[in-house]
């Protein structure tokens, strides 16, 4: 008898919660993503760091366990061994120089979508294929962050050029 009264006071109680309205929703989509914005922006910018510095196990570690890169051209790198071994390529060729702008953030709960802007060079060096020449690049991406344990890391990343493709 206890056990049916609770039930039947739960069902009352979570009748009267009312939904939130669109302006609500907003709202509180607009706060998060003033409170997740800096943490968001300081990740991005860690892999930036991480990956002009050639410290590929960290710009790996930004993403999610299973996490998805899916750069232009090419097959997805599904998870952290196949991220960290798809950003050491341009290392082993030559020089690379990546730089990222994050321009917005939606927040709801524990995900986020940022849109970001890149700019990327390279530089031949000595191991660089016979026909790969220098190169300077930029465009934009959509970046799907989840928050796991308080801290945002990449689930889905990804990016293409505003420049025509190279022949």
Same mark, same amino acid.
């Given at each position: 008898? #206890? $056990?049916?009264?609770?039930?039947?006071?739960?069902?009352?109680?979570?009748?009267?919660?009312?939904? @939130?309205?669109?302006?609500?929703?907003?709202? $509180?989509?607009?706060? @998060?993503?003033?409170? %997740?914005?800096?943490?968001? @922006?300081?990740?991005? %910018?860690?892999?930036?760091?991480?990956?002009?510095? !050639? +410290?590929?196990?960290?710009?790996?570690?930004?993403?999610?366990?299973?996490?998805?890169?899916?750069?232009?051209?090419?097959?997805?790198? *599904? =998870?952290?061994?196949?991220? $960290? +071994?798809?950003?050491?390529?341009?290392?082993?060729?030559?020089?690379?120089?990546?730089?990222? $702008?994050?321009?917005?953030? *939606?927040?709801? #709960?524990?995900?986020?979508?940022?849109? #970001? @802007?890149?700019?990327?060079?390279?530089?031949? !060096?000595?191991?660089?294929? +016979? !026909?790969?020449?220098?190169?300077?690049?930029? =465009? +934009?991406?959509?970046?799907?962050?989840?928050?796991?344990? #308080?801290?945002?890391?990449?689930?889905?990343?990804?990016?293409?050029?505003?420049?025509?493709?190279?022949?």
């Amino acid at each position: 008898m #206890g $056990r049916i009264r609770l039930i039947i006071t739960a069902a009352a109680l979570s009748a009267c919660a009312t939904a @939130e309205t669109p302006q609500q929703t907003q709202a $509180r989509m607009d706060a @998060e993503a003033a409170a %997740a914005r800096p943490a968001i @922006e300081a990740r991005d %910018a860690a892999y930036v760091a991480a990956f002009n510095a !050639g +410290k590929f196990d960290q710009t790996s570690a930004t993403y999610t366990e299973q996490g998805i890169q899916m750069p232009p051209n090419s097959p997805a790198n *599904v =998870g952290r061994a196949a991220i $960290r +071994k798809s950003d050491s390529t341009f290392f082993t060729l030559g020089t690379s120089i990546l730089s990222v $702008r994050i321009v917005s953030v *939606v927040v709801n #709960g524990p995900m986020a979508i940022s849109q #970001g @802007e890149w700019t990327f060079e390279f530089k031949p !060096g000595k191991n660089t294929p +016979k !026909g790969m020449k220098a190169m300077k690049d930029h =465009g +934009k991406a959509l970046t799907h962050w989840h928050n796991v344990n #308080g801290e945002w890391m990449m689930a889905h990343d990804i990016w293409n050029a505003d420049t025509p493709a190279q022949p």
